[in-house]
């Protein structure tokens, strides 16, 4: 497993901007990588995920305005959210799993809150 480390989350207005990152403690290349999110009193929602083979995934409510991106040599990957809304408001947790393995590392959580 690898440790993850998030850090970027703060409190921001309506329709601003955040860019998140996660560093892993080790090696991502092999691994999909991706941001999940909680919500005060909701349950844990994937985000984006961005996989070992170049796949990427965003949820309908955050395409268009989140991009998920990944440095396999620096070992980090990050989340630049645009046009932020009240809604995005929440903890984002980045996850890392190794495929086929059952290998799952999260990191302990950024808090995003936005004002309206």
């Known amino acids: 497993q690898v440790q993850l480390v998030e850090s970027g989350g703060r409190l921001v207005q309506s329709g601003g901007s955040l860019r998140l990152s996660c560093a892993a403690s080790?090696?991502?290349?092999?691994?999909?990588m991706g941001w999940y999110r909680q919500a005060p009193g909701k349950e844990l929602d994937l985000v984006a995920f961005?996989?070992?083979?170049?796949?990427?995934y965003y949820e309908d409510v955050v395409k268009g305005r989140f991009m998920i991106s990944r440095d396999n040599g620096k070992n980090i990957v990050s989340l630049q959210m645009n046009s932020l809304k009240p809604e995005d408001t929440a903890v984002y947790y980045c996850?890392?799993?190794?495929?086929?393995?059952?290998?799952?590392?999260w990191g302990q959580g950024t808090q995003v809150t936005v004002s309206s």
């Open positions: 996850r890392a799993e190794r495929p086929f393995t059952g290998d799952i590392s």
């Open positions: 961005t996989s070992n083979d170049g796949r990427i």
């Open positions: 080790g090696p991502i290349r092999d691994m999909t």
